[in-house]
């Protein structure tokens, strides 16, 4: 993964991306309002030694004396010896353990000074605890030191400074924890996506889905908002993003098999609501658009959806015609720009056998004879086996494949099915793809109706089929 694909990847869920680091930085918040302050005061000690008066060589040998021996005091501080004086002393509500873990002292290297550090939850507290061990300390260490028999020890301790009363806590550390919880919350955010990336499957972009099935992708269908209320690419006025990808797709699909063209089409998809309903209508309209005689079959037997589309009559339809008790003549409906439509009937209780018998291969074969160009809309692959019995009657496939929803496994799985019944998959629809908003020429982008235009540019029911008019249309990119 290269930077570009890596900052492609954050911009595309950079909602989840900012809600983690929002996430931290209120936790590093969060850790500063509950912490209670800690303050520290500090005192410092001088070790001295003894010598007579005037004698340099002894006050030399005192001097290193006193320096090796600094850091062995530094070490008693926070001793038993120490702190059991201090906690009764001051009738401090701990004990000399829990003291001594708030106690921290340190010797300067070259030096014969001892810093000593005090921790407490109260300001004036931390304050005389200090004073009181480095008043303890200077007496332990120069017990310590004086040998038996004398009476003066060889060092003495002087307090060189003593504790002030701290008016600033050195922890909870506000600007700390906040860096701390931007950071957690940048690289958390990060990991995030990039798993959330790793376990998504789905396709981004057209390029992985060939890459995959080998298929040429002949037509990527822009996401539209408008869509749902104009699912028709027709019923919208001038030249919208989506209009013009079906017809980029009709042109591509009459270049996939130029010595042989299929007349019989057959559109489907892996799983439901990938956009096969709307993908096939529309690849119907623009085929009629083009001057091609084209009919549109509805053989989605288990949720058909083109009649509710076109705001046909559904009850008369191919399953009427596949048990005998009408012709085509006698179901076959009129839609826009002269596209025939043949909706899907009454729904059948055993619709996989339908679409399979030799009555089926009788209406396409019949079918194909009329028209230049038949495209068939099937129910979802995976789900169930009607597409996989009737797609052997076709001369072609186009599989349809949602952006950001079908998984590798699914279209895997799907192209294998259509593969092993011998069917010829020309090539795979990418639809609903995001785009970015952009008005340049030949970009993909979102139509926006004037607001006059809104509820007027309907599909208009044709005069032959009033019986149901008034039906309102459907969005297919979710089709059932």
Known sequence: MDLRGFLKIIARRWPLATAVLLLG?????????????????????????????????????????????????????????????????????????ALASRITAEAPLNTVLINIRVADTDPRRAAAVADEVAERFAKVVEELETPAGARTAPVRLGITEHA?????????NALLNLAAGLLAGVLGGIALVVLLETLDTTFKHHTALAELTGLPVLGIIPFDKEAPEHPLVNAVPGHSPRAEAFRRLRTNLQFAQVDERPKVLVVSSSMPGEGKTNTAANLALSLAEAGIRTCLVDADLRRPCVARTFGLVQDAGLTTVLIGRAGLDDVMQEGPGGLSVLTSGAVPPNPTELLASARMAETLKDLAGRYEAVVVDTAPLLPVA??????????????VVRASKTSREQVRMATEALRTVGVRTLGTVFSVVPTAK???????????????????????????????????????????
């Not at 002030?164 to 909870?172: I, L």
Request: hydrophobic share 35%; aromatic share 6%.
């Open 438 to 480: 952009s008005k340049g020429y030949g970009t993909y982008g979102s139509y926006e109706p004037r607001s006059e235009e809104k509820g007027r540019h309907r599909m208009p029911v044709p005069r032959t089929n009033r019986a149901r008019e008034g039906v309102a249309l459907s969005y297919l990119a979710g089709d059932k």
């Open 25 to 97: 930085i209120a936790a590093g918040w969060t850790v500063t309002a509950v912490t209670t302050p800690v303050y520290e005061a500090r005192t410092q000690l001088f070790v001295a030694t003894h010598s007579a008066e005037g004698d340099t060589t002894q006050l030399n040998q005192g001097q290193n004396f006193s320096q090796a021996r600094v850091q062995s005091y530094a070490a008693i501080v926070a001793t038993d010896q120490v702190t059991e004086p201090v906690v009764r002393d001051l009738d401090l509500d701990t004990t000399p353990r």
């Open 164 to 172: 002030a009363v701290p008016s600033v806590p050195v922890a909870p």
């Open 386 to 399: 009607d597409t996989v019995g009737l797609a052997p009657l076709a001369q072609g496939a186009l599989l």
